[in-house]
């Protein structure tokens, strides 16, 4: 297995879901990791204690990354503590579905702050420390709805069809100094953020999945830290889907 010893990674919404999922998979595989959560600081310290239970160093910070400042405090907290920054996985995200006739301007707003300009704002305050080691990765979570669309979700998708005009520049921006800037594209993982949706309506989406199933947040980590890795050296600029092939 890809070993990431000496590698410190920042997972944005690490405390559950997808962004557990990767936070852990990376300390297993090595890396010291900065468990950055918004609310349920008791669930990120859960997180950080597993982490360590690997053997690795970790902590968490609360921060809301939509806010340019705090992103750069939640960048300062890793530096000072861990004194580098190799992976960024910029993961936190939210929805707020409603059809474009009903959709509330602060509905658009909240999403496009959160999952947009949240990851330039951490990108943004991680990649000066990337640029100084020459190396780094940045791995940006969007989403099969980013790339087909979805009914409700004209805020999220747009985010996240942005997310990836903002990684293939950033790959061609950053390619010459060490740095690649990747998207994990995620199908329909069971998490807080899909609970909500009615059952019927999944049942209806499984049955468009090749891989007849819906993917776990394990399949999302392991995608990530693929990506993470000195194996994946020469990827840059890339969408990886997991989704069963359900975006194909
Ligand atoms: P989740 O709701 O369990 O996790 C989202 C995380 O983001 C939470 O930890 C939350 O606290 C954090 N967060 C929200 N707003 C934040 C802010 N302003 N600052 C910092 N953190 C914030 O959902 P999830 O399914 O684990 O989602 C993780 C990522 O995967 C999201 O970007 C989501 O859009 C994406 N995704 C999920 C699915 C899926 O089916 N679950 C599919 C495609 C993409």
Same mark, same amino acid.
């Given at each position: ?56 160093? /970790? ?163 392991? /995608? ?25």
């Amino acid at each position: 297995m890809t070993s990431l010893i000496g590698k410190v990674a920042l997972v944005t919404g690490g405390s559950r879901g997808i962004g557990q999922a990767v936070a852990l998979e990376l300390a297993r595989r090595g890396a010291d990791v900065v468990v950055n959560y918004l609310l349920k600081a008791e669930a990120a310290l859960q997180v950080v204690a597993e982490a360590e239970a690997c053997g690795r160093r /970790a902590l968490a910070v609360q921060s809301d990354v939509g806010e340019s400042e705090q992103a750069v405090a939640l960048v300062q907290a890793t530096l000072s503590t861990f004194g580098r920054l190799d992976i960024l996985v910029n993961n936190a995200g939210i929805t707020r579905d409603a059809l474009l006739v009903r959709m509330q301007e602060q509905d658009w707003d909240e999403v496009v702050r959160v999952n947009l300009k949240g990851a330039f704002n951490m990108t943004q305050a991680a990649v000066r420390a990337m640029l100084r080691q020459r190396s780094g990765r940045i791995i940006n979570i969007s989403s099969v709805s980013g790339l087909m669309g979805q009914v409700g979700q004209s805020n999220y998708a747009a985010s996240k069809a942005g997310l990836i005009g903002f990684t293939k520049s950033l790959a061609r921006e950053l390619g010459g100094r060490g740095i690649t800037v990747n998207v994990v594209a995620p199908g329909f993982i069971p998490t807080d953020m899909t609970l909500a949706l009615d059952e019927v309506w999944r049942e209806k989406l499984r049955a468009f999945i090749p891989l007849e199933r819906f993917g776990s947040v394990e399949d999302v980590a392991h /995608a990530v830290a693929f990506l993470a890795s000195d194996e994946a050296a020469y990827i840059t600029g890339a969408v990886l889907p997991v989704d069963g092939g359900l975006g194909m």
